[in-house]
């Protein structure tokens, strides 16, 4: 879908203008909830945030903003903001104090510790409730963020800008959309396909990859992603009926899960 010289922000743009209706990411959560959101529904959230980011905190090209947060589609739609205003996406919260850092509920108080200039905290809520307590000098992610403007047009950022720390490196934003395309084409993905990624609630950001290439492999592919809880014990058949119904053709998780028959299995 786009060169190898394209930033992680144009990736996402082209990939929205193609078929903006068509769902992108799919979370399931332990209770069995469900929440799906379209490529122009999750781009609204990375619309909001983007201007929340620029308009509210000041946020310039450059700037580092430290992700706190496991996968879910909000960590989604923070990892495609900040590469949208042109910062770096942080996902270890060692070394320098960032300009911003963004936590769930149970990571607030180390964020609070941070040193960071802004701290910005999210209840993970499926359906973008807010934080049931909110600490002095906390931003209320879900609340805050409504009151932004709809449409942000994506800064025209250097690929190779930093886009991401992880793992003890900083990626370029070519390096991540390259990580992404060369995964797409070693797993086949297709617009077809539906990718799931299974994982623990609590689990770091980077259960996408260091290099956040299970994401950008889904972005690069067009191909929806679906978040999940690792199944039960006992509840394996439960956990395959529901990957049946969800047409989940590929499947990516940190640990093995039973003899899956999926097309494609990378564990």
């Known amino acids: 879908m786009g060169a190898m010289s394209d930033s992680p922000a144009r990736l996402w743009r082209a990939l929205v203008s193609s078929d903006p209706s068509r769902p992108f990411v799919t979370s399931h959560d332990d209770l069995g909830d469900r929440i799906?959101?379209?490529r122009a529904t999750l781009d609204n959230w990375v619309s909001k945030t983007s201007n929340m980011l620029v308009d509210?905190?000041?946020?310039?090209?450059g700037d580092r903003i430290t992700l706190a947060l496991p996968p879910h589609w909000q960590s989604v739609a923070w990892v495609l903001s900040c590469w949208s205003v042109g910062a770096t996406a942080v996902l270890s919260e060692d070394g320098?104090?960032?300009?911003?850092?963004?936590?769930?509920?149970?990571r607030l108080e180390a964020a609070q510790d941070s040193g960071a200039e802004e701290?910005?905290?999210?209840?993970?809520d499926p359906l973008g409730l807010p934080l049931r307590d909110v600490p002095p000098m906390v931003t209320d992610y879900t609340v805050e963020?409504?009151?932004?403007?709809?449409?942000?047009?994506a800064y025209p950022v250097d690929a190779a800008e930093p886009a991401l720390e992880s793992a003890g490196r900083t990626f370029t934003g070519a390096e991540v959309?390259?990580?992404?395309?060369?995964?797409?084409?070693?797993?086949e993905l297709g617009e077809r396909d539906r990718l799931a990624v299974v994982v623990a609630p609590d689990a770091p950001l980077d259960a996408f990859g260091g290099d956040l290439s299970v994401l950008t492999?889904?972005?690069?592919?067009?191909?929806?992603?679906?978040?999940?809880?690792?199944?039960?014990?006992?509840?394996?058949?439960?956990?395959?009926?529901?990957m049946g119904a969800e047409g989940v053709s590929v499947l990516y998780g940190t640990e093995p899960v039973g003899d899956l028959p999926f097309r494609r299995v990378s564990l």
Request: no cysteine.
């Open 56 to 61: 509210g905190f000041g946020t310039q090209p």
């Open 96 to 106: 320098a104090a960032p300009e911003v850092m963004v936590a769930g509920p149970d």
């Open 119 to 124: 701290v910005v905290g999210t209840s993970l």
């Open 145 to 153: 963020v409504r009151g932004h403007g709809d449409h942000f047009p």
């Open 177 to 187: 959309v390259t990580a992404g395309q060369e995964l797409a084409k070693a797993w």
């Open 36 to 38: 799906e959101l379209s």
């Open 217 to 242: 492999a889904a972005i690069a592919s067009g191909v929806p992603l679906l978040l999940t809880p690792p199944p039960a014990e006992g509840d394996l058949q439960r956990f395959l009926d529901r």
